[in-house]
C-alpha cells in the first residue's frame, strides 16, 4: 500500500525560503512520477512540479526559477525546496505519485491521473 508524508511546512516571511519533504512507502515500481501539488483556499489543486523516475522534472510556470524539485532514492524522500516564496504560494502542499503512467510524466499536472496522495502541509507566507 503507497504511502505518502509531507512535512515541512511552516510560515515564513516573504522572499524566504523552505524544503519540504515527502517521504514515500510501499511501492517499488520503477515506472512512476512524483509530483507536488498545492491548494489555496478556495482554489482547486493544481500541479506544481514534478519528477520522473528518470530524473526529469517539471514545473508550473508561476515557480519556475524558484522552486526545485528533487529525491533521494536510498530514502525514498522526494524534496520541494521553495526560494523567493510569495504571498500567492500561500497553500497546502500535497505529495502525489502516479504509479506506470502510460504516457510518462506528460500529463503530470493532471490531478486526475494520480490515486495516491499524501495529508498535505501547510505553507504560509505573509508580505
Known amino acids: 500500500q503507497v504511502q505518502l508524508v509531507e512535512s515541512g511546512g511552516d510560515s515564513v516571511a516573504a522572499g524566504g525560503s523552505l524544503r519540504l519533504s515527502c517521504a514515500a512507502s510501499?511501492?517499488?515500481?520503477?515506472?512512476?512520477?512524483m509530483s507536488w501539488f498545492r491548494q489555496a483556499p478556495g482554489k482547486e489543486r493544481v500541479g506544481v512540479a514534478t519528477?520522473?523516475?528518470?530524473?526529469?522534472?517539471d514545473y508550473t510556470d508561476a515557480v519556475k526559477g524558484r522552486f526545485a524539485i528533487s529525491e533521494d532514492n536510498t530514502k525514498n524522500i522526494i524534496y520541494l525546496e521553495m526560494n523567493s516564496l510569495k504571498p500567492e504560494d500561500t497553500a497546502k502542499y500535497y505529495c502525489?505519485?502516479?504509479?506506470?503512467?502510460?504516457?510518462?510524466?506528460?500529463?503530470?499536472?493532471?490531478?486526475?491521473?494520480?490515486?495516491?496522495w499524501g495529508q498535505g502541509t501547510q505553507v504560509t507566507v505573509s508580505s
Open positions: 519528477i520522473s523516475s528518470g530524473g526529469i522534472t
Open positions: 502525489a505519485a502516479m504509479i506506470n503512467p502510460y504516457d510518462g510524466c506528460r500529463s503530470w499536472g493532471t490531478r486526475a491521473r494520480y490515486k495516491d
Open positions: 510501499g511501492f517499488t515500481y520503477r515506472s512512476r512520477c
